[in-house]
């Protein structure tokens, strides 16, 4: 059984159809990538996913249930976490401290737990710490986890948008261009690390502008147009498709 | 806490108990006044932290103050017992109209701070039940044990309870994994969203525990004033609750507002003299302030202890001292 399934979705902004009638089943355990030109409706796909946006149309389910309609926190919730294309972090806060609230759905000890900082919160507040300093090690983040996000370079600022949402224990991970704006060097880095985060169990969609990382990546790939699914297949199917070289290079003959 | 701050905090208590002997009691009454603004001040620092300005702080206030001062003059209720009755109405109330306007954002949350504040001046102003624009009329004394709150330095120490009630309660919540929620909510919507943070919940949590210290420092108010009367609860007074909080330091939640509210109630004060250009002098000299100290007060005294203590080596690991300026 599929674990997101999106059936018929569809997305209007006023009279603009962003995402048109898009099936959508992503297997357990997957790399998916979702491409296409810009404004192709990709990182609205997500946010329909995740609820950031109401569909308008259409159903989405994830591991078996219906989740149309319901508010990102719930999402989350059930296991869906994401990483944005802008770099958003807790500035303010430190690479420890920004991991540590990306926790915020597991380890809890109950509010009043928390206000007194009882035993338990405390002991809560330990299992988040251990957990927190695994992905910091994990997503190489060691020599920076005391700086400010804010203060970060963009390959580590990246990396830590990735954390965050690994922090959230998710069956499903979205990532938004995680290697945009990346050097080579951290780009392999981090496509090291999604096959990483994939071996543990957990399925990926990415969307991505960078052909030699979907193609090395992706178990199979799905191509957009205007809002519409042109194509979908294994790297190799999608790189020979007549339809998807012309949305991305024009038609020859005009 | 490290223990420099542990033993700057006893240094501070101690200087706080001592006060009604050091100042005149004409300062003494100053400070009361400023006990009661430190708390307006913590109810909007905490609240900014989930990324919302109220101005709906005079309203709460008022309801703190006409609750006590109401029914300890109409049923001799005792002072102590008047204090949850306001608490609890101002939550009460609150959290019905924070309902409507939560979920609807922060532009929306804003409106209805103003209307609120605005309405409840008008209601407590117009309604006879109220005792209208002079207020009710002399307000009783709290009592503990058929002894009376009378003196300056007794009503100033049931105030720097108060106080220090406030910023445990705020400091507790601030360093717990619900402050951590709010930070998360305060600094990105869409990302506290997207790990699971229930926006509304938190923010209406963070709102309501505002509105309870607010009552309580309303009854407090009720408590050391001869009266309350509606003009003490105007818009603008909401608006110097803002000010306090900006002056001292937007990222100090707790320092902030009480340096902020001391600053700015002292210094018109001292400016007695020249009566008639007191406001014009203070504005200026808040807008100077902020010009030179956009972190605040303690923004200022923020970078200059961690150049001294980096210089001194004494910064580890966690304390690299640079915040980026909003």
Known sequence: MALLELDGVIRDFGRLRAVSQLDLSVEEGQIRSLIGPNGAGKTTVFNLITGTLPVSGGTIRFNGKDITGLQPHRIAEKGIARSFQQTFLFMQATVLENILTGFHMECRAGAIHEFLNTKKAKKTDEAARSRAMEIIGFMGLTQVMHERAGNLPHGYQRALGVSIALACNPKLLLLDEPVTGMNPTETTEMVDRIKKIRQRGITIIIVEHDMRVVMDISDRITVLNYGQKIAEGLPTEIRTNPKVVEAYLGREDN | ?326
């Open chain 2, 1 to 326: 806490m490290s223990k420099a701050q542990k033993i700057a905090l006893g240094v501070l208590l101690i200087v706080a108990v001592a006060l009604p002997w050091l100042v005149s009691s004409y300062t003494l009454q100053i400070l009361i006044q400023t006990i009661t603004f430190s708390m307006l001040g913590l109810a909007f620092a905490s609240t900014l932290k989930v990324g919302l300005p109220r101005f709906d702080i005079a309203a709460w206030w008022a309801v703190g103050a006409y609750t006590t001062a109401l029914l300890m003059k109409k049923t001799d209720m005792s002072f102590w017992l008047t204090l949850p009755i306001g608490a609890v109405t101002a939550v009460l109330v609150g959290w019905l109209i924070f309902m409507i306007a939560i979920p609807r954002g922060m532009m929306v949350f804003l409106l209805f701070g103003m209307v609120t504040a605005m309405a409840i001046q008008q209601l407590f102003g117009s309604v006879d039940f109220f005792g209208g624009w002079g207020g009710p009329g002399l307000v009783p004394r709290p009592t503990i044990f058929s002894h009376r709150f009378v003196s300056k330095p007794e009503l100033y120490y049931l105030g720097l309870v108060f106080l220090i009630l406030n910023i445990i309660v705020n400091y507790r919540f601030f360093n717990s994994k619900i402050g951590r929620a709010w930070n998360a909510i305060g600094s990105s919507l869409r990302l506290a969203d997207s790990i699971g943070v229930d926006v509304v919940r938190y923010r209406m949590a963070n709102v309501l525990i505002g509105n309870f210290f607010l009552a309580l420092a309303g009854s407090y108010f009720a408590a050391y004033s001869p009266t309350v009367m509606p003009a003490t609860f105007s818009f603008g007074s909401s608006i110097y609750v803002m000010m306090y909080v900006i002056v001292g330091g937007l990222f100090h939640s707790l320092a902030g507002p009480i340096i902020g509210a001391l600053v700015i109630t002292f210094i018109p004060e001292y400016l007695r003299m020249a009566r008639e250009y007191e406001p014009i002098i203070t504005s200026a000299a808040i807008i100077v302030m902020i010009i030179f100290m956009p972190m605040g007060i303690l923004g200022l005294i923020d970078g200059r202890v961690k150049r001294l203590l980096s210089r001194m080596g004494h910064v580890g690991a966690e304390g690299s001292p640079k915040r980026a300026a909003i």
